[in-house]
Every structure is written in structure tokens, then in C-alpha cells.
Nanobody, 121 residues
Framework: QVQLVESGGGLVQPGGSLRLSCTASGSIGSINTMGWYRQTPGKQRELVARVITGGTTNYADSVKGRFTISRDTAKNTVYLQMNSLKPEDTAVYYC???????????????WGQGTQITVSS
């Protein structure tokens, strides 16, 4: 079993910054992908950013140039630095991890519990 612990959400004014972090722990063999999705009421969950083993990153067009995703492999932690936040960034942000789990060995996807980010003056 694997657990994801997120931190860093909250209320911020437009133009402000926040940093999210997500740490995976448990029966981890290797991690393939770590990333962040977000969801607002009535809408589908959407990819914000992800980093794949080897360092390849993907970003939603709406956050390019403002958000930066990074990963600390040794700590099984992914970070999302969010700058120049806009009201339309308001959402619940979910950590997402795709990994190879041990005992038994299998590929599996996990979601964090979600953290609310509100961008408002």
C-alpha cells in the first residue's frame, strides 16, 4: 500500500504565489510519473503538470510560464511552484502518482486527498 500526503494549499491574492508538495510513502518499487491535477465543481479533473521519470515535464497551456513542477527522487516528493496566480486557478488540486508497487509487484495509480487553492482578493 502507498500513501500520498499533500501540503501547501490555501488562500492567496491574485498575482501571488504558492507551493504545493506531495510525498509518497509505502511499498514503492519505483515511480514512473508524479503530477498535479485540478478540479472545479461541475468540471472534469484536468492535468495541471506532471513529471515523468527521466525529467520530461508536461504542462497545461493555461499554466505554462507561471507554474513549475519539480521532483525530488530521493524523497519521493513532487513540488508545484505556482506564481502569478489568477482567480481561474481556484480549484481543488490533487497529487497523482503512477508507480510500481511492491508486495505484490504491480503498476498502480494513486491520488492524494486534494488541497483547496483559492485565488481571490
Amino acid at each position: 500500500q502507498v500513501q500520498l500526503v499533500e501540503s501547501g494549499g490555501g488562500l492567496v491574492q491574485p498575482g501571488g504565489s504558492l507551493r504545493l508538495s506531495c510525498t509518497a510513502s509505502g511499498s514503492i518499487g519505483s515511480i514512473n510519473t508524479m503530477g498535479w491535477y485540478r478540479q472545479t465543481p461541475g468540471k472534469q479533473r484536468e492535468l495541471v503538470a506532471r513529471v515523468i521519470t527521466g525529467g520530461t515535464t508536461n504542462y497545461a497551456d493555461s499554466v505554462k510560464g507561471r507554474f513549475t513542477i519539480s521532483r525530488d527522487t530521493a524523497k519521493n516528493t513532487v513540488y508545484l511552484q505556482m506564481n502569478s496566480l489568477k482567480p481561474e486557478d481556484t480549484a481543488v488540486y490533487y497529487c497523482n502518482v503512477v508507480l510500481l508497487e511492491t508486495a505484490p509487484w504491480r503498476s498502480k495509480m494513486y491520488w492524494g486527498q486534494g488541497t483547496q487553492i483559492t485565488v481571490s482578493s
